[in-house]
Nanobody, 115 residues
Framework: QVQLMESGGGLVQAGGSLRLSCAAS????????RGWYRQAPGNQRELVAD???????NYADSVKGRFTISRDIAKNLVYLQMNGLKPEDTAVYYC?????????WGQGTQVTVSS
C-alpha cells in the first residue's frame, strides 16, 4: 500500500507560479512511476506529467515548457513546478503513483488561475 498527500494548490493570477508537492509513504520501494493529473469541471481527468523510476519524463502538450516534474528522493516527494499559469490550467490536481500490481491516487489539490 502507498499513501499520497498533495499540497501547494491555491489561487494565483494568470502568469504566476505554483509548486505542488506530493508526499508518498508506505511501500514506496515498489513505486515505478510518479505523476500528476488534473481534472477540470465537466472534463475527464488527464495526464499533466509523469516521471519513471529511471528519470524519464512525459508532459502533456498543453504544459510543455511551463511545467516541470521533479523528485526529491531523500524526502520521498514529487513536485510539479507550474510557471506561466493560464486560466485553463484551473483544475483539481492529483498525484498518482503506479506499482507493478496497482496504482494509487492522492486526494487532490485545487489550483485556480484568475485572468
Amino acid at each position: 500500500q502507498v499513501q499520497l498527500m498533495e499540497s501547494g494548490g491555491g489561487l494565483v493570477q494568470a502568469g504566476g507560479s505554483l509548486r505542488l508537492s506530493c508526499a508518498a509513504s508506505g511501500s514506496i520501494f515498489s513505486i515505478k512511476t510518479r505523476g500528476w493529473y488534473r481534472q477540470a469541471p465537466g472534463n475527464q481527468r488527464e495526464l499533466v506529467a509523469d516521471r519513471t523510476r529511471d528519470g524519464s519524463t512525459n508532459y502533456a502538450d498543453s504544459v510543455k515548457g511551463r511545467f516541470t516534474i521533479s523528485r526529491d528522493i531523500a524526502k520521498n516527494l514529487v513536485y510539479l513546478q507550474m510557471n506561466g499559469l493560464k486560466p485553463e490550467d484551473t483544475a483539481v490536481y492529483y498525484c498518482r503513483v503506479t506499482t507493478t500490481l496497482d496504482d494509487y491516487w492522492g486526494q487532490g489539490t485545487q489550483v485556480t488561475v484568475s485572468s
